[in-house]
T-cell receptor, first 116, second 114 residues
């Protein structure tokens, strides 16, 4: 079974600082990769996703993530964070390709606090 | 509404009580997932439906947990004889037919067993 590791559980930054959140997964086949965000009091929503093609994907609100297949990683980045980026961030993986189930597996999440 | 709707938003149950949690997925979405999210953790998979068929229930923690989706739309997660360790947020998500799609989540039901 696949697993997802998010190594940074709590991150505290000042506004305008750069952000990188790590995500590593264990699955040998084709994968679909996601980052979800959960703002305080709100539901999980998609930030960005990778299915195939350009390994550098851009999402909403200036976020981007890079898929590095050789490292089984899909790290999330933002050059300059804002106070409104304070939220929980979850990396998720599900097997791609045809056949089988495609149940997203989530990491335990990273809590990001941005100080104004 | 256009999103996934879950009810109730909050539920307090006495230990030993049965509870039922409801999920209304986005209309037309074929796949439906239930997750359990403990405090400080990521969502943990419970069960998955494709239309009315429950294709995977490997994540259900015990036989006290039961889920159904009889008409392929609304789903109910039932927990019998609740215990304190069942306290968590229960998330429902739905997605359209196909592999290359993301899941859309509801706001969850926060269950507290006292």
């Amino acid at each position: 079974a696949q697993s997802v590791s998010q190594h940074n559980h709590h991150v505290i930054l000042s506004e305008a600082a750069s952000l990188e959140l790590g995500c590593n997964y264990s699955y040998g086949g084709t994968v679909n990769l996601f980052w979800y965000v959960q703002y305080p009091g709100q539901h999980l929503q998609l930030l960005l996703k990778y299915f195939s093609g350009d390994p550098l994907v851009k999402g909403i609100k200036g976020f981007e993530a890079e898929f590095i297949k050789s490292k089984f990683s899909f790290n999330l980045r933002k050059p300059s964070v804002q106070w409104s980026d304070t939220a929980e961030y979850f990396c998720a993986v599900n097997p791609g390709g045809s056949g089988g189930s495609y149940i997203p597996t989530f990491g335990r999440g990273t809590s990001l606090i941005v100080h104004p | 509404g256009a999103g996934v709707s879950q009810s109730p938003r909050y539920k307090v149950a006495k230990r030993g009580q049965d509870v039922a949690l409801r999920c209304d997925p986005i209309s037309g979405h074929v796949s439906l997932f239930w997750y359990q999210q403990a405090l400080g953790q990521g969502p943990e998979f419970l069960t998955y439906f494709q239309n009315e068929a429950q294709l995977d229930k490997s994540g259900l923690p015990s036989d006290r947990f039961f889920a159904e989706r009889p008409e392929g739309s609304v789903s109910t997660l039932k927990i019998q004889r609740t215990q304190q360790e069942d306290s968590a947020v229960y998330l429902c998500a739905s997605s359209p037919q196909g592999l290359n799609t993301e899941a859309f989540f509801g706001q969850g039901t926060r269950l507290t067993v006292v």
